[in-house]
């Protein structure tokens, strides 16, 4: 499992909190929107759109409130990420 995430940019930065709230350790990518390695082809395979955060578990999951309730659900990280998308 990796975040791909940004400390300065919100979305990405809840989650961060959530890790921690939730004394996880999970291993970080920093990408900096600022700049445009973000565009490169090796992220763009992670998030067509090239924004963060993205959380790899062997899926790409690309929504904050989903990734959130990765670590506390009880069904798939697929059916979790796909009913916050749709709330
Ligand atoms: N639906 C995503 C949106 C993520 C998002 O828009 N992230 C912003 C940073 S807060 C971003 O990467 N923006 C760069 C861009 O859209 O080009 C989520 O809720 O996590």
Redesign the pocket.
């Known amino acids: 499992m990796k975040l791909y995430h940004?400390p300065a940019?919100?979305?990405?930065?809840?989650?961060s909190f959530f890790i921690t709230e939730k004394g996880l350790t999970i291993p970080s990518v920093m990408?900096d929107?600022a700049k445009p390695g973000?565009f490169a082809p090796t992220f763009r395979v992670l998030n067509l759109?090239?924004?963060?955060?993205v959380l790899e578990t062997g899926r790409r999951h690309?929504?904050?409130?989903?990734?959130c309730h990765l670590p506390l659900s009880g069904g798939t990280a697929a059916a979790q990420s796909i009913a916050r998308?749709c709330l």
Request: charged share 20%.
């Open positions: 940004y940019a919100q979305d990405p930065w809840r989650v990408v929107l973000r759109f090239c924004a963060i955060p690309h929504d904050q409130r989903g990734i998308w």
